[in-house]
T-cell receptor, first 119, second 115 residues
């Protein structure tokens, strides 16, 4: 079974521009979460999507947004890019079967990430 | 506010030795504690995870020890190998239901296993 895929893998943008990153979860997985990884702040939660609805959001400004499609694929968008947005953006998917207590349903599996550089 | 504190920041171990990484958490609502391994240029890979109703879980050379009263958990890597050289992250989340799965990560431990 293919893992989580993220596109593009690398991206260079200029301050003030906007960017859209894409994530395809593991086949059959219905929940997608996004994380930002930087040397200074480490790994930080951005948001979680399930059934095309944002279920949870981390402490990031409104410039960071996302959405999920009916096939569970997800995109995140960052508008008005700032230098501090340079980071590795990671997508994680989980099975998310409602009401099922089995651990494997909520284990999160990460993709390789998109390396965003803002100049 | 850092809710999961991880130590040490870096660790050097000889091949065949035991690597031990410790984490402490503050939020008693956390009830799922995974460990991730990350190689340069890769995303974090799930290694092993534990729920607070057990004190220890072992998978191959990797063992999690969990102390609920002390709000601490640790990763032990037995018979450490050079291929284990990577950055390890502990994490915690509040539940298994959607909307509660946000992982709070520790700051990471860079492990180097010398041959």
């Amino acid at each position: 079974k293919a893992g989580v895929t993220q596109t593009p893998r690398y991206l260079i943008k200029t301050r003030g521009q906007q960017v859209t990153l894409s994530c395809s979860p593991i086949s059959g997985h219905r929940s997608v979460s996004w994380y930002q990884q930087t040397p200074g702040q480490g790994l930080q939660f951005l948001f979680e999507y399930f059934s095309e609805t944002q279920r949870n959001k981390g402490n990031f400004p409104g410039r960071f947004s996302g959405r999920q499609f009916s096939n569970s694929r997800s995109e995140m968008n960052v508008s008005t890019l700032e230098l501090g947005d340079s980071a590795l953006y990671l997508c994680a998917s989980s099975l998310a079967v409602g009401g099922d207590p089995s651990p494997f349903t909520y284990e999160q599996y990460f993709g390789p990430g998109t390396r965003l550089t803002v100049t | 506010q850092q809710q999961v504190k991880q130590s040490p920041q870096s660790l050097i171990v000889q091949k065949g030795g035991i690597s031990i990484i410790n984490c402490a958490y503050e939020n008693t609502a956390f009830d799922y504690f995974p460990w991730y391994q990350q190689f340069p240029g890769k995303g974090p890979a799930l290694l092993i995870a534990i729920r607070p109703d057990v004190s220890e879980k072992k998978e191959g050379r990797f063992t999690i020890s969990f102390n609920k009263s002390a709000k601490q958990f640790s990763l032990h890597i037995m018979d450490s190998q050079p291929g284990d050289s990577a950055t390890y992250f502990c994490a915690a989340s509040k539940g298994r239901d959607t909307g509660r799965r946000a992982l709070t990560f520790g700051s990471g431990t860079r492990l180097q296993v010398q041959p």
